[in-house]
């Protein structure tokens, strides 16, 4: 036997935990067959019986609202917070701009270099066309320097 419990049979048990005073006259009969539990229903002695009240319908429309209201604040606060706290941290954001910058002057740089290989290319051509076909009667307009402007034509193949 254990020392120092309590045992449920010394417990007293209090059932009459209702003040008659507060129950409608149906059930103020201690002998009374009907049970009445707390629910958002009309009650028994009601012209409809057992119908949903219009409490039930207040607390549901309360329970949607929460719900609804609840929601929004969550999605609202989770988008301050993805806007506050950045998914990049902004040395590395600077160092990827940078690199971008470099890559698009390294592009530059090399499109410049096979623009003037295609033109001094184009000139050469130009001047060994002119050497072989001295009948050429088309004119030439003048450069700024005074010197004729290369003219590009484009006789078929490869460039």
Request: glycine content about 4%; some cysteine; charged content about 25%.
């Amino acid at each position: 036997m254990v020392t120092g419990a309590v045992s449920c049979r010394e417990l007293p048990f209090y059932t009459d935990h209702t003040h008659i005073g507060h129950l409608p006259k149906e059930l103020r009969n201690p002998a009374s067959s009907v049970a009445r539990y707390k629910d958002y229903r009309e009650p028994p002695w009601s012209q409809n019986k057992y119908d949903i009240s219009k409490d039930f319908w207040a607390v549901l429309a309360a329970r949607l609202a929460f719900v609804i209201v609840f929601q929004n604040l969550v999605m609202f606060m989770s988008d301050f917070v993805d806007w506050v706290i950045p998914d990049i941290p902004k040395d590395i954001s600077q160092q990827i701009h940078k690199e971008k910058v470099l890559m698009v002057e390294l592009f530059m740089r090399e499109e410049q270099g096979k623009q003037q290989l295609l033109d001094t290319w184009m000139e050469k051509e130009c001047q060994s066309s002119e050497l072989c076909n001295n009948h050429n009667t088309k004119a030439r307009p003048e450069a700024s320097d005074g010197h004729p402007a290369p003219v590009y034509e484009y006789h078929g193949g490869a460039l």
